[in-house]
């Protein structure tokens, strides 16, 4: 099947159609959603409404299985339409808008899927920490112009220093080779269907890609779905240590370090991988090696 000039080609599927619910209150917008579903045969409209209100009692008689929600919508506003819809009927839900100058240009619409996350305090912490990684300039600045870093907010692990159960444990059984304390050193990965066990010591890093982990270990590469997060609580941290906002590595695998220009880093490791060390994260390599 042909495609219009600028789009991509597309297969024909032979599948159900999804059942979707519009929520639009924007002429513009409504008009640039028509278009790009008029000619999407995997999508069926089942309702089209201008208000948050209306949405939500339509996702409650048709339980479609998706909601393409635009930003502008008000009674209630996308937001609390979203999180609704989420909580109540788990409906995949789309945020759709214009950039600024979309009107004066005729821009496409933007879009991000809605996927609401506990936002606490550790949370808070760490979304400044990885917005600073992204900044040029690094650390935060005093008045006198020097950066400054807390240092109580830094562990020298590199990150969190609570302790989940399973290390707590290990620590608890130190020298013990049961064939527990063996297992609390080795990481499960599912991969293809298949639960692989991999040894902490096999491990030389770990990145990040979207929701997903990139465990490399033994020339292998194994994807796992977790957060960088929930991965860090699951290895040891005498082991592994953090050196970026999507890196984690294994610091026995580290033979060097190289300075770069604004506080950054080369580290290689004994696989002649090298990885980059993040500006926010060099004080914490710094000690490994003292």
Partial sequence: MQSSVGRRERTEWQAEAVQVVVGCSGRSVLMKLKEMLRDERLIDVVAACPSGDEILRACEQLRPNLVILDTGITSPDALVVASTLQAQYAI????????????????????????????????????????????????????????????????????????????LQSSSQHGDNSARHRMLRKLLVRDSGVVKVVPFDDIGWVDAAGDYMCVHAHGETLVMRSTLR?????????????????????????????????????????????????????????????
Avoid: M, W
Wanted: neutral net charge; proline residues 4%.
């Fill in 92 to 167: 995949k839900v789309v945020l759709v808008s214009e950039p600024v100058d979309a009107q004066s240009h005729g821009a496409a619409l933007v879009a991000v899927e809605f996927n609401p996350k506990t936002f606490d305090a550790d949370r808070l912490h760490e979304t400044a920490r990885d917005t600073l990684d992204t900044v040029d300039g690094g650390h935060p600045v005093d008045g006198s112009g020097h950066f400054c870093l807390d240092q109580k907010r830094l562990p020298a692990s590199g990150f969190a220093t609570h302790k989940t159960g399973h290390q």
């Fill in 230 to 290: 929930e991965l860090i609580d699951k290895l040891d941290e005498r082991t592994f240590a953090r050196i970026h906002r999507s890196t984690i590595v294994n610091v026995e695998k580290i033979v060097s370090l190289t300075p770069l220009a604004k506080g950054a880093g080369l580290l290689e490791l004994a696989c002649g991988k090298t990885l980059k060390v993040s500006r926010n994260y060099r004080d914490s390599v710094k000690n490994l090696f003292q």
